[in-house]
């Protein structure tokens, strides 16, 4: 099992009781603008990188980019990084134990300046191999594409 780099665009991110997460108005790889220039209040971009239990990481980094600009970096520290899997190695769950697991990030783009259309693009930098989590293509909604009036 290789590893595997996977993430969510949307809206915000909430905390809830009972450790749970919830994610409000996921994209679903493109997002439409009435107009350019217009200001996101907020895009709310969710990373995930899976790998295997003999396998793990030395080194992870989260990027946020649009072409060659970082928008976002978040890197882990060693003593993180360690903390994360080692919780997640030391459990004592017999047959049930899973063959791989996920370490993931948050980043909030606040405001996003939406110029022209574009690509954002999410990224997993670890052990020094850069995984693609995913893309969101940002361009003009066509007329037809606009919702009707209520």
Known sequence: MSRLAYCHFCDDVRIEIG????????????LLV???PTILPRLAVVTFVRTPFDRPMTTLAFEIREGAA????????????????????DRDLGA???KS?????????QP????????????VIC???????GKLFIRLMEPSEASPAA
Not at 20 to 30: F, V
Not at 112 to 123: F, G, K, Q, S, W
Not at 127 to 133: F, I, N, P
């Open 19 to 30: 450790n749970k997460t919830s994610l409000m108005g996921i994209y679903g790889g493109e």
């Open 101 to 109: 697991f996920s370490i993931g990030a948050n980043a909030f783009l």
């Open 127 to 133: 052990d020094g191999e850069e995984l693609s989590a």
């Open 70 to 89: 970082v928008l976002a970096r978040h890197e882990m520290s060693p003593a993180e990084l360690d903390a994360g899997q080692n919780s997640m190695l």
């Open 112 to 123: 996003l300046a939406i110029e022209r259309p574009m690509v954002i693009d999410a990224l």
């Open 96 to 98: 049930d134990r899973p």
């Open 34 to 36: 009435p107009a350019m």
